[in-house]
Structures are given as C-alpha cells and as structure tokens.
C-alpha cells in the first residue's frame, strides 16, 4: 500500500489485514508476542496472520491476537517455493517483518501493503563481542528492537511476553501432574542447549541436583530426547529419583507445565524465554554469550549469572567448544550459586 493508502488505513480505523512474520527460533518467536498485542489492541478488527516455520507453531497457535498460523513447511527454501507463497501476502495492508533474513525478504518482496521491519543492529552486537575492551554501546534488547518496528504508527509494546498454551495442553498438565502425586511445586530444570558453549557441565547439575533435594525441592527436567542422550549421568539419576521428573512433549505442553513451578535454571536458550514467558522467574545462567547482547529474560526479578570473563561473550549464538580451551564462563558458575539463586526466587506476583 503506497504511503496516501496507509494513511487512508488509519483514518478509516486501521488496517484489516496483518501479516507478521517471524520464522524462527523458539526464544525470537517467543520474544514477538508483545508486538502482536500490541497489533491486537491498536486494529482490534484486523485479522492477523503469524507466518512461522511448523516446530514453533505451537506457541502463537492459541495467542487471542493471532487468527491464523501460516506454517511453513520444512523443506520450503527453494526460490520457486517462496515466491508462490509470497502470493498470500498479497491481500495484506500491513507487513510485520521481525524476521528479516533473506526468506522473509523475498515472502515480503513487491506487496502493496506497507512493510515495517525490526532493526538487527547486527554491527553493535558484533562490538559487543570483538571490541570489549572498547566498552561499545550496548545494543537494544530483542524485545526494544521488534517494538521498533512499530514505532512508525506510534504503537507502544509491553515489556513481557506471554506465551498461550491452549487448553488441550493445559488439561493434559494438571492430569500429569496429578498423576505425579501432592508436592510443592517443582522447580524447572532446563540442561539442554543447542549450543556446547552454553551448557553448564553435566557434573554441576548432578550437584545442582543433589543441593534442590536435600533443600526438599521436587524438580522436573524439560528438555529434548537428544537432550537426555546427551547428559546419561543425569538422566539416570532422573529416573532412580521419584521426586524428579523428565519432560520432553511438545512447546504447548511443555509451556503448561511450565507454570506449575516455582521457578526456572536454565542456561541462554529458547526455553529459559519460555519459562519467562509463562511466569516463572528464572535464574539465568550465561556461558559464551552475555546479557549485554540483549538476551536476558524479559521482566523483573530474574537472578541472571554471568562471570563476565574476560573473554566473555565470544560468540554471539554459541559454538561448539570453547575457544580458549578453560571454558571458565560456565565452569566457574557453581552449583552453590545456582542453588543459592534458585532458592531465592518465587512465582511472579
Ligand atoms: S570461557 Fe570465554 S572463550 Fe570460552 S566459551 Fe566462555 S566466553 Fe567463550
């Protein structure tokens, strides 16, 4: 929609159809939902469409301001594939681009309907990790880039996003865990990452483990099978302890889960956004990445760990070994401290 267009929008009571894109991954998904509130609430009439790639649907799938889910299909990259899906856009007078790579550029590509697209400032954050010593700024958070984009038509976001899991899911939560027995709630364990430089040793939580019980906690373990595969140790001692569980359904019942803890550990992953999402607070734990990149959890409250080594953050998304050989910005996160942080949080007011 050309500029004269747009303007007619507004005057007429804005826009009737939005399309926002954001393909991936868990935590950016997650960290949009602010924006389609805020969408929601400016053109309550409007019918709006998420477009997102099938492993994440689940967690705008029951959002009250998402009409519709357009899936993404795994093995949709091809040129040809793209652009005949662009062709959908084509009845949309507003685009929310939060994505902004090359496949939400070509979906985005020749519509008449106005495209706002969030800043990357992918320069600042690259400062954030080659330039340290120069104490560049800081970049914005996730959240404060994707509420720019809205910042033309004077929208404002909230500052938490919360996360819908459906009533299927939060019906199957309470069964399990009513199967579970009585107890206090549990205290949300998260080991997995998909990055080896942002996983905490397996010997600390192990330790981490043995702490939260002996304090009397219960605590239930989310994470992937290849998760599970990946950390043995802990695994069996999850299944010998019948105050632990395991945890490894789909986003929506994983999100129910979620709020009947007390409280996430978690290191800088999608989930560690999901369990903010759903309430918790989190104790968040940083390796070869830092909170200075704008990752923390949103809200207030959370205990975010972060050594600040020297070297500290060497990768904006991860790596798979740490660089320098020590990986003291994991190792020197001890279980006392974990332990001492998780203790210290409770559920969101
Ligand atoms: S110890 Fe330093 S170099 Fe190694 S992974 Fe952590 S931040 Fe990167």
Redesign the pocket.
Known sequence: MARGGHQRAIQDGGFRRIAVLRLSSLGDVILTQPVLQALAAAFPEAHLTYWVKEEFADLVRHDPAVAHVRVLEREARRLEDLLSMSAELEDADLIVDLHGNLRTRILTMGHRARVLRSPSFRLRRAAQIYLRWARPPRPPTVLARHAAALAPLAIACAEVPRVHAGPEAETWAAAWLAAWGEGAPPVAMIPGAAHA?KRWPEAHWLALHERLRARGERLLYFGLEADRARLPDLAARVAADPASRWCAERLARVAALLSHCRCAVAGDTGLMHLAAARGLKVVAMF????PELGFAPAGFGHAVLCRH???????LHG?E????????????LTPQAVADAAASLGREA
């Open positions: 430089t390796g070869s990445t830092a080594e020297p070297c500290q953050p060497c990768t790596r070994r740490c660089p320098q050989g020590h990986f003291r910005c994991m190792v020197g």
